[in-house]
């Protein structure tokens, strides 16, 4: 019987190496990246009271990242023991980023909007978003941890590219291009930065005495940046103004414990309704988290550190629930590129600094020194190499039959992206809808009904054309029936600017107080609903008499 290698006197762990200095930048850049991104969008974009955040917001959210991965640490010291290696890196948990912009763009800010709309103050606003948003998390933080002894069969239901597709979706609109706007409003700074760090992680040169790749972007974009406005102010050129400079910024402990608050939120029955409307959003960002979790698991394991799949999730849910217990709004999850931190020489120790850092950030409050200090266009071009990665990583692990797939996925998306600035220009013009030209208003509303649940409509159609391309005509059929019942209660291609879900009926008669119904007569959920139905049918009539592809179709692109 051969010895356990654990108990051998030669093993020992090294759980701190010199490369688990350039892992510790790298995510723990990626994570202050997402939480400086929250506050930002938040307040620039909707309005969202900056210190609301800072003291509400973002403590719980740090929270997450400390419990994550402190058990993500300790895990890697205990699969160390069980194989007796010594060269055992912990997985890497931090912030999701796209949850993070679904969450700003798709729930929190347009929350926000309609709230103050309703008449109530920026404050009390704020806190009836935060409430929001701590509801989703904990279902989100409960689902996952559902899903942690489930994570076989949602592997199995789900094909790749479907999910992979409204990921790669959110990495390019989301994560890479609307922070890509925020960086190159500076572009000394914002090219310098991003493409020193394109360079080092993504080309992979070797920075001189091999400086982390995260941090000399950081520091060449602060440089940069600082050097541009001082020079402006030599020459007599005012700089930009800052509304973060009227921040407090004091160390102090903040661990709010919204529950007493929120249970009173909860139980106004508005206020239910508004989480079940945001829900069909939030619930498949968690899903997305759960496979990506499974994914980084099995890319852990071919590089020798073979973590238990469903304890991985289940860290990730539980760390999603304590953050929304203490008022966090922005779920956990490991993150992509496992292989890549063991490639940089971390072990454990890049996992225990950046829980004790980003966790210290957010409850102690120097978060809000970072905040103000370090300039956008230096830090979010994380975001960029993120979203490229997210991208590039998207098609590396699926067929390359199923690349077709991956692309309509990015189409409903990308309705949204064009969405948001046409909605800007409306509301800058002063005019309401009604005022439009008529093809402005079918432009318009053929936009908000394409964006409207946008990311599960991209996980709906890849997932239809991945079982069209394998020749499974009943499974596609059954998800074009899905996607029919789907639309007939808004959970996608709702008609409303609001992305409200309800009965067909209750739709078409908000559409009517809107003034949009001759417009979107011909996109109703009724509308919607059959034609996703008449595509189900369509199928079933092909695979009756038409020919499906056969097993021996071969997995390349055909000419065009």
């Not at 995510?27 to 309005?47: C, E, H, K, P, Y």
């Not at 160390?80 to 679904?102: E, I, N, Q, Y």
Request: aromatic share 10%; net charge neutral.
């Amino acid at each position: 019987m051969t010895a356990d290698p654990s108990t051998s006197a030669s093993f020992r762990y090294s759980w701190a190496a010199r490369g688990d200095f350039n892992a510790f930048f790298g995510l723990m850049l990626d994570n202050i990246g997402v939480m400086i991104l929250l506050a930002t969008l938040l307040s620039s974009v909707f309005g969202v009271p900056v210190e609301f955040i800072l003291t509400r917001m973002i403590p719980g959210t740090a929270l997450g990242v400390l419990f994550g991965d402190l058990i993500y640490t300790f895990m890697a010291f205990q699969l160390a023991k069980r194989k007796g290696r010594g060269d055992v890196t912990a997985m890497p948990l931090g912030l999701d980023t796209p949850s993070t912009f679904g969450m700003v763009f798709l729930v929190l800010g347009p929350a926000f909007l309609n709230a103050r709309q309703r008449g109530l103050e920026e404050w009390a606003a704020a806190e009836h978003i935060w409430h929001l948003g701590i509801a989703l998390m904990l279902l989100s933080g409960v689902f996952k941890l559902a899903c942690a002894t489930l994570s076989g069969w949602i592997r199995r239901v789900v094909p790749r590219a479907g999910l992979l597709g409204s990921l790669a979706a959110i990495a390019l609109v989301l994560i890479s291009f609307l922070p890509l706007l925020e960086i190159m409003e500076h572009p000394v700074a914002g090219l310098a930065a991003t493409f020193l760090i394109l360079t080092a992680l993504t080309a992979r040169w070797i920075l001189p005495r091999g400086l982390p790749g995260a941090l000399g972007s950081l520091v060449v974009g602060c440089a940069a940046y600082y050097a541009v406005i001082l020079g402006a102010g030599a020459l007599g050129y005012a700089a930009p103004g800052s509304t973060e400079s009227a921040l407090t910024t004091q160390l102090a402990f903040r661990l709010p414990w919204p529950m007493p608050g929120f249970f009173d939120w909860i139980a106004q029955a508005a206020n239910l309704n508004e989480v079940l409307l945001y829900l069909p959003i939030a619930l498949p960002l968690a899903l997305a988290t759960v496979v990506g979790g499974i994914d980084c698991a099995e890319s852990a394991a071919t590089v020798g550190d073979d973590y238990p799949t469903g304890t991985i999730i289940g860290v990730e849910g539980a760390a999603t629930l304590i953050a929304g217990l203490f008022g966090g709004v922005i779920q956990s999850t490991p993150y992509i590129g496992h292989p890549a931190y063991k490639a940089m020489g971390g072990r454990a120790a890049y996992t225990l600094a950046t829980a004790l850092f980003v966790g210290g950030a957010g409850l102690l409050g120097y978060f809000a020194f970072i905040f103000q200090i370090i300039p956008k266009p230096a830090i979010f071009p994380i975001l960029i190499f993120v979203g490229v990665e997210i991208t590039a990583s998207s098609y590396q692990h699926i067929p390359r039959r199923h690349f077709p797939a991956l692309a309509l996925a990015c189409l409903p998306a990308l309705a949204y992206l064009a969405l948001i600035p046409a909605n800007d220009v409306l509301a800058a013009s002063g005019k309401s809808f009604a005022e439009l030209p008529p093809n402005v208003q079918h432009t318009l509303q053929t936009l908000t009904v394409l964006s409207g649940g946008f990311i599960v409509t991209g996980l709906v159609w890849a997932t239809a054309l991945v079982h069209l391309i394998d020749g499974r005509a009943r499974s596609a059929a059954f998800t074009f029936l899905l996607a029919a019942l789907l639309a007939l209660f808004g959970v996608i291609h709702s008609p409303l600017p609001s992305g409200a879900i309800g009965t067909p009926w209750s739709i078409v008669a908000q559409l009517a107080q809107q003034g949009r119904l001759e417009t979107a007569w011909y996109q109703t959920p009724w509308h919607w609903a059959a034609g996703y139905a008449l595509v189900a049918v369509m199928v079933l009539v092909l695979q009756r008499f038409g020919h499906a592809p056969g097993p021996d179709t071969p997995d390349e692109p055909k000419a065009i």
